[in-house]
């Protein structure tokens, strides 16, 4: 072998090596750790897992896996409204739908979101019970220098109508911490759960704590006329203080007749808070919920660090250890993303695995874009 012939292929092995212990390998080891599941959403023929890595579907009936293909991997978020047409969102001002994934059409607003495009992430979308699409977008951040922890993230609601329409909705204030969780009420009020951080200094140290309340964007249309679509809705927003000024933010999310539910833990104790109105009813739990969903008979599942069960309901406990997502179908089947074993679904006898083998996707899609 010639000393040139050695060299080019010497450097080719380096460079291998380089590529699979920084980027593949971690890669590997993170998909078997987790699936890293955004959400699941449903049509009436599939079930639909959103990852970081892609959107995936899994049919119903014959448990086949596919891939959509045509959305890229850096999908935040997939719902499905009363139609059954899938809506998307990318980290990146673009918002898809599909009923046949052969068919995807894309959306874009009419107008500039934020000149600084890095800080222009689509983070939630919901459907309100008219068919409007719902899209929150993080537009900016102010960096405190003093403490990073106290940055000022900017946010902007979008909403997208049947009709084709977008109308922008200014976030009432910027927000020091993470990222608003989102929810569609009943009365098609925009609900957002907001943590604030707080700094205080005491004697040299630094002691942060956070803060919660309900942000509504609250319709003064016809709610009571959903069936029409109302062009006259007035919007305005006011806002809800959370019960406990303690308390910290674990898992929230809307059962199938709109009710918010939040979890968390206040002074050592765990706690899950339903609202009604503008209270806040507490139900006792004694263990950390991970993740929670609703069943077509209105019954709240939780997962704990046992398994899964109905919420307050003795001798309803389904084994299984951590549980880091949970759907519950049209069909009452029980899906979620276990930390090991990725995605599984119970159909009230037993647990049944499905292999994605994403890692296959990820690699092919690191080389068709490396060369």
Same mark, same amino acid.
């Given at each position: 072998m010639s000393k040139k012939k050695y060299i080019i292929i010497s450097a080719c092995?380096?460079?291998?090596?380089?590529?699979?212990?920084?980027?593949?390998?971690?890669?590997?080891?993170?998909?078997?750790?987790?699936?890293?599941?955004?959400?699941?959403?449903e049509d009436k023929e599939n079930v639909f897992v959103n990852t970081f890595y892609g959107?995936?579907?899994?049919?119903? =009936?014959?448990?086949?896996?596919?891939?959509?293909?045509?959305?890229?991997?850096?999908?935040?978020?997939?719902?499905?409204d009363k139609n059954y047409e899938k809506w998307v969102i990318t980290y990146y001002d673009t918002l898809y739908s599909f009923k046949n994934e052969q068919k995807v059409t894309k959306y874009h607003p009419p107008f500039k979101i934020n000149k600084n495009q890095y800080f222009n992430e689509w983070m939630n979308i919901k459907i309100d019970q008219i068919g409007t699409k719902w899209i929150l977008v993080k537009t900016d951040f102010t960096e405190d220098p003093r403490d990073p922890?106290?940055?000022?993230?900017?946010? %902007?609601?979008?909403?997208?109508?049947?009709?084709?329409?977008?109308?922008?909705?200014?976030?009432? %204030?910027?927000?020091?911490?993470?990222?608003?969780?989102?929810?569609?009420?009943?009365?098609?009020?925009?609900?957002?759960?907001?943590?604030?951080?707080?700094?205080? =200094?005491?004697?040299?140290?630094?002691?942060?704590?956070?803060?919660?309340?309900?942000?509504?964007?609250e319709n003064y249309g016809a709610p009571g006329d959903l069936g029409e679509i109302n062009s006259f809705r007035n919007r305005e927003w006011s806002q809800l203080d959370f019960p406990s000024r303690d308390f910290s933010l674990n898992n929230s999310f809307t059962d199938k007749k709109h009710n918010i539910w939040i979890t968390g833990s206040s002074n050592g104790n765990y706690n899950?808070?339903?609202?009604?109105?503008?209270?806040?009813?507490?139900?006792?739990?004694?263990?950390?919920i991970k993740a929670l969903d609703s069943d077509t008979n209105g019954k709240v599942w939780i997962a704990t660090e046992d398994g899964i069960?109905?919420?307050?309901?003795?001798?309803?406990?389904?084994?299984?250890?951590?549980?880091?997502?949970?759907?519950?179908?049209?069909?009452?089947?029980?899906?979620?993303?276990?930390?090991?074993?990725?995605?599984?679904?119970?159909?009230?006898?037993?647990?049944?695995?499905?292999?994605?083998?994403i890692f296959k996707y990820v690699v092919k899609d690191f080389f068709n874009n490396l060369f």
């Amino acid at each position: 072998m010639s000393k040139k012939k050695y060299i080019i292929i010497s450097a080719c092995i380096v460079v291998f090596a380089l590529v699979y212990f920084s980027i593949i390998s971690p890669i590997y080891e993170n998909y078997k750790d987790a699936t890293n599941v955004k959400n699941f959403t449903e049509d009436k023929e599939n079930v639909f897992v959103n990852t970081f890595y892609g959107l995936f579907k899994i049919n119903k =009936v014959n448990n086949e896996i596919s891939q959509v293909k045509k959305i890229n991997n850096y999908i935040h978020k997939t719902v499905a409204d009363k139609n059954y047409e899938k809506w998307v969102i990318t980290y990146y001002d673009t918002l898809y739908s599909f009923k046949n994934e052969q068919k995807v059409t894309k959306y874009h607003p009419p107008f500039k979101i934020n000149k600084n495009q890095y800080f222009n992430e689509w983070m939630n979308i919901k459907i309100d019970q008219i068919g409007t699409k719902w899209i929150l977008v993080k537009t900016d951040f102010t960096e405190d220098p003093r403490d990073p922890l106290l940055s000022l993230w900017t946010y %902007e609601l979008y909403s997208y109508d049947s009709f084709g329409n977008w109308k922008k909705y200014p976030f009432p %204030e910027k927000i020091i911490g993470g990222e608003p969780d989102m929810f569609v009420d009943e009365y098609d009020n925009i609900i957002f759960l907001v943590t604030n951080m707080h700094k205080k =200094v005491n004697n040299n140290v630094t002691e942060i704590t956070s803060s919660y309340k309900l942000l509504f964007l609250e319709n003064y249309g016809a709610p009571g006329d959903l069936g029409e679509i109302n062009s006259f809705r007035n919007r305005e927003w006011s806002q809800l203080d959370f019960p406990s000024r303690d308390f910290s933010l674990n898992n929230s999310f809307t059962d199938k007749k709109h009710n918010i539910w939040i979890t968390g833990s206040s002074n050592g104790n765990y706690n899950i808070y339903r609202l009604q109105d503008t209270d806040f009813i507490n139900y006792a739990v004694s263990k950390e919920i991970k993740a929670l969903d609703s069943d077509t008979n209105g019954k709240v599942w939780i997962a704990t660090e046992d398994g899964i069960e109905i919420l307050n309901e003795k001798n309803s406990l389904i084994p299984k250890k951590e549980i880091l997502k949970m759907f519950i179908d049209s069909n009452n089947k029980k899906w979620i993303e276990e930390r090991r074993n990725g995605i599984e679904c119970y159909d009230g006898k037993e647990w049944k695995s499905y292999d994605f083998e994403i890692f296959k996707y990820v690699v092919k899609d690191f080389f068709n874009n490396l060369f």
